[in-house]
Structures are given as structure tokens and as C-alpha cells.
């Protein structure tokens, strides 16, 4: 069972290394990196690691033969989630042409794990899935952000938030935002990323992006596709990553490649980064005042009760040492 990995990553040194040799631990034989616009030591930082294949996002004029690829090669300028599309296309051909059987499309805040507590094995994961499944999706868990600063929060967060909303409205969790803008607070959802999750597809199979979340064949149609593991989303884990992270999204379009409106939280973040005039040591206190958790808090959310009264089916938070016990072990 051979497995390969695809990233496109811009300005992502803080995460990448510990990325790459976290999948490589559990069963990757080979990643495709590809640098969008980077302007950081990232790719300097990974240049020893040999199962690493580095890159440039690839030119959408090479991949204009392909007719199906037309809503990415015809965006690619302007939506980077475009070239991040044509990226895992490319990685995709090169991934067969090297007989790998599943490729894994990720980013470098993204981690793959099969169970919460155990070390993953993708080798085994990948060999009991049925030939009838052609991909799988792995459902998103997102980090907790509970710190103001982390040195490698893959090996020292342990906190997942489960799920993003709950079965009914009143057991949904909700964070306040200060606007500085209005001068007033906001309320939001408490998870901030994305909810789709990613996807690894099998090779040889004719799977093409349909966006950076799914794949489709070349006539349109979803693959069969299979629901296990899990996707550990470490989106805005602490001040730095935040600030890093609404700066690279401000000279993203306020559009999906869908056309659909980017979420109401994420253009108020950009904003906030952005265009507030906010140094980043201001920024950092908005960071720790407004997106991260305090410790009353993360009681509560551990507790799972809605009114101090109703549990709730499904806990809050996930307690997820699967992947620090692999940090463990790489360091010895």
C-alpha cells in the first residue's frame, strides 16, 4: 500500500516541517509540496527531508488541454483554492505515474489521524478500505485555541472542538467578538474554519478536484465515497498563526470559486487584521481577548451541559492524543 500526500502551502514554515514528518511517520512514503506565492524560509526549512517533492503552484497554461479543469485554469490568477485545485490535479498524474494507490489533499495546518488515542497507521487504514469505495472523506475536528502561543501545537494541543453546531439551536456554542469598528460585541458560531473536511481519493481512477474539499470523476459524478478518520483542522491555533493567517486572506477574492459569499466571521477577521490599524501586539491581545478560549470556558464546553441541565448527545470537546504520542516519538 503505497501513499502520497499533496499540500500547497503559502507562508506556512511555523507548521510545514512537523506536517511532513508527522504524515511520513505514519505511513506516507512521499509528499508533494507546492509553494503559492511563499515568501518565508519554508521551503529552505524542508530541503533535507527526501521523501519531500517541492514545487512551484503549477502554471494553469499547462493545464489547458484539460477541459474539465476550465473553472480552475480560467480563475487561477485570482483564486488561489484555484491553483490549490490544479496543484492536487498535477500531484495527482505524478502520484500514479510514481505507482502510488491513494493520494491525500491536504493543507499545512491539516493533520490526518485514524483514532484519538493509538498511533495512526495509514498503511493499515488505507488496506481495509473496500474496493468498492474510490475515496474517503475525513470528517473535520478543529484544534481548540487555548493558547496565546504554542512552539509546535501538534504536539502539544490535545483539545478538539467536535462538531460545529448541534442538533438543536439552544445547544449551539457561541463566542463574542469585540468590533472595534462599531465599538460593540458580536456573537458568532465558536468554530472558526472550515466544516467539510478533506478528502484522499484512490488513484488511477480518473478523480479530478471538483474544490479543494471534494473530487469528482470526468463526467461530474461523486465517487463512492467512505466516511472514516478523522481531519484535525489547526485553524488559528494561537496570536501568531491568527495574524498570519487574515493576512494572507486579505488579497484573497470576497467569492468562493462557487461564486458563494465568503462566511460573515472570516471578512470580519480580515478586517480586523487588516484594516483596523492594529499593531501586532494589539492584535495579539485581540487574539487572547476574543478567539481564544479561557479556562472558564473550557470547563464549561467539558462539561457538556446546556442551562447547567441538558447534556448534550454529542460531547463538546475531543480529547485527541494520537497525534502527540507520534511527537513523542519522533523526538526520542
Known sequence: MKI????????????????????????????????????DNGRDNIQDLH??????SVSADNLLQYSYLEKFTRQADEHHTARQCLNAFDASIKAEKDGFEWLISLDADE????????ISNLKDFFSQISVDFNAVKFPVKEVLQAKKNYHNVFAEETRFKSQPRF??????IFKKFYNP???????????YGHQ????????????TPFNVHRF????GEKPNTLVKGMLLHYHSYDAKDFIKKYENFDSHPKTYLSGRKVEKLKMFLISVVNHCGKDNKELEDYFEKNLMFQEKEIRKMQRNRVYLIFRREVPVLTEIT???????????
Open 51 to 56: 521523501f519531500v517533492e517541492m514545487s512551484d
Open 181 to 191: 469598528f462599531t465599538s460593540r460585541h458580536e456573537k458568532y458560531i465558536y468554530w
Open 196 to 207: 467539510m473536511g478533506k478528502m484522499a481519493i484512490r488513484l488511477n481512477k480518473g478523480l
Open 322 to 332: 494520537s497525534v502527540q504520542n507520534v511527537f513523542q516519538n519522533l523526538i526520542k
Open 111 to 118: 493533520l490526518i489521524a485514524t483514532g484519538t488515542e493509538k
Open 216 to 219: 469528482i470523476d470526468h463526467e
Open 167 to 172: 442538533k438543536r439551536y439552544f445547544q449551539n
Open 4 to 39: 502520497a500526500l499533496i499540500l500547497t502551502v503559502r507562508n506556512e514554515e511555523r507548521l510545514l516541517r512537523s506536517n511532513l514528518l508527522y504524515h511520513h511517520a505514519i505511513g506516507v512514503e512521499k509528499v508533494y509540496v507546492y509553494f503559492d506565492n511563499t515568501t
